[in-house]
């Protein structure tokens, strides 16, 4: 690239702080940074024209996990590091909350809902039988009871008569989070540069190199928020997971509100603007879905369009208007990698699916890893 003198002087000379990744963690990491340091330069790599990866792709709910997908994560965790996984989710929502508005960021707290189709009755029963566990563990983060089991009357057919019910979940709407926040850094000037891939970086003594496709540059510390595409820079067990997503058409006087999960977290569904939104099932497909590339496929957009058929909305005629996909960053650990790499270099990756709950919280703690 061949920058003039006034595009190297005011975008690249003598930057104090440059973040990859203008995401929810990237953003939210130079907001703190700004806050502590009023007069540095701080400058955002984003390598796509909008954030990719999953800040602007997902499905916008403002959950802490349901409780089949909570016994799940057992397997893998104690209950003290899963109580503190919900703590950190519920800490985080509440500072987008508190940074952004929750007008701004349309926030709408109608409860969560998990579904049991009639196969999964096995599952249902086991969270049944930890129902009061569960709500015994989580209740000095709620301060009441999480989990309740209610009558099924949303008209979900193929499907158990109970749902488990927490209150305290919500729905945001994603693309308004994500221009709030934008214009939040805009607004403390904070740059912002799209369409630059970061190819590869080396530590020196004073400052950071940064090599990009066709220039480079040097600044005082680096900042890499890139979660699922963590492994393009970085030596970090960090595994990208596609979900892929659809929405319908409106559909007329629909009565379906909330946020519902099914199968352990591996599918979910939401209103939005009198549609429905639905995704995951990249259970289906692990092979396949462990993968960077934004793509969707016919086997699990299928799957998608048959849980609306034959589950969601069995008795009503409904169009699809949009498919897409998102990456997400996964390991065999829900906890997020927030680490220095140098003296010189921090990153926090690896957000598990739960990106808008501890996003927030997540960039603060990135930047609060500089002296």
């Known amino acids: ?13 003598n930057v104090d702080f440059c973040i990859v990744g203008s995401g929810i963690v990237g953003l939210s990491c130079a907001l703190q940074l700004r ?34 997908e909570l016994l799940s994560d057992m397997k893998s965790h104690t209950k003290e590091e899963l109580l503190n996984l919900v703590q950190q989710r519920v ?16 926030f709408q707290q109608h409860g ?20 009061e566990m569960l709500n015994e563990l989580l209740r000095p983060v709620f301060k009441a009871d999480t989990f309740k089991l209610i009558t099924n009357d949303f008209g979900f057919k193929n499907a158990l008569p109970n749902l488990i019910f927490n209150p305290f979940e919500g729905q945001i709407d994603t693309g308004k989070m994500m221009q709030a926040l934008l214009k939040k850094a805009q607004c403390e000037g904070i740059s912002i540069l799209n369409s630059i891939k970061v190819k590869s970086f080396s530590t020196e003594a004073e400052s950071v190199h940064v090599q ?14 890139t979660n699922a595409f963590a492994s393009e820079l970085l030596e970090l067990n960090v595994t990208p ?93 829900k906890r997020p990698i927030i680490k220095p790499i140098s003296n010189r270099v921090c990153c926090a990756v690896r957000l598990g699916g739960m990106g808008v709950a501890i996003g927030s919280s997540v960039g603060k703690e990135l930047a609060d890893l500089i002296d």
């Open 112 to 131: 969560g809902y998990e579904v049991f189709l009639d196969k999964n009755k096995d599952t249902f029963e086991n969270c049944e039988a930890h129902l």
């Open 1 to 13: 690239m061949n920058l003039s003198y006034w595009e190297q002087h005011k975008w690249f000379d």
């Open 91 to 106: 800490n985080g929502l509440e500072l987008l909350k508190s940074k952004l508005g929750e007008k701004q960021i349309d």
């Open 241 to 333: 997971a596609r979900n892929q997503v659809l929405v319908t058409k409106p559909i007329p006087y629909l009565s379906i509100k909330g946020t519902f999960h099914l199968d352990e977290g591996f599918y979910y569904f939401r209103n939005i603007h009198n549609r429905i939104l639905i995704g995951g099932g990249r259970n289906l497909d692990s092979d396949g879905e462990t993968t960077s590339v934004l793509e969707t496929t016919s086997r699990i957009q299928k799957a998608l369009e048959k849980l609306l058929k034959d589950v969601i909305l069995p008795d009503q005629n409904f169009e699809i208007d949009q498919r897409w996909s998102g990456i997400l960053g996964v390991g065999q650990q």
């Open 212 to 225: 990009l496709e066709n220039f480079d540059f040097k600044t005082k510390h680096l900042l890499i928020a």
């Open 35 to 68: 806050k502590k340091n009023p007069k540095a330069k701080i400058l955002i790599l984003e390598k796509g024209i909008l954030p990719q990866g999953a800040s602007t792709k997902n499905a916008g709910f403002a959950c802490f996990g349901s409780a089949s």
